[in-house]
């Protein structure tokens, strides 16, 4: 098992950025891929990015895809979610989340990954 703390989240204003990271320990990090998702209220929880082990492959939402970057920094055990243009539409709290499989390609489907971390709130305001 691997125990993913999340932290970057706030309150921002349209159109401004905010980068949200997850610290990972308990388990080799490198040797996994990693997701973020998010929940609106009312809403189920929706896949936003992903990145493979290597930080070599990388998958978007539609909805976020030219906004968002998703990176890796293996040697710090951390997983980025950099956000601009933010819309009000993104707000919801955001989760980390670490592949149950080592070396595959990131999936996108949250059945996919093992490990999740308590979320952080995102909220933006028009």
């Known amino acids: 098992q691997v125990q993913l703390v999340e932290s970057g989240g706030g309150l921002v204003q349209a159109g401004g950025s905010l980068r949200l990271s997850c610290a990972a320990s308990g388990r080799t990090f490198s040797s996994y891929a990693m997701g973020w998702f998010r929940q609106a209220p009312g809403k189920e929880r929706e896949f936003v990015a992903a990145?493979?082990?290597?930080?070599?492959?990388?998958y978007y939402a539609d909805s976020v895809k030219g906004r968002f970057t998703i990176s890796r920094a293996n040697a710090k055990n951390t997983v980025y979610l950099q956000m601009n243009s933010l819309k009000p539409e993104d707000t919801a709290v955001y989760y980390c989340?670490?592949?149950?499989?080592?070396?595959?390609?990131?999936?996108?489907?949250?059945?996919?990954?093992?490990?999740w971390g308590q979320g952080t709130q995102v909220t933006v305001s028009s």
């Open positions: 990145i493979s082990w290597s930080g070599g492959t990388t």
């Open positions: 989340a670490a592949d149950h499989q080592p070396y595959r390609s990131p999936p996108t489907s949250d059945s996919d990954f093992g490990s």
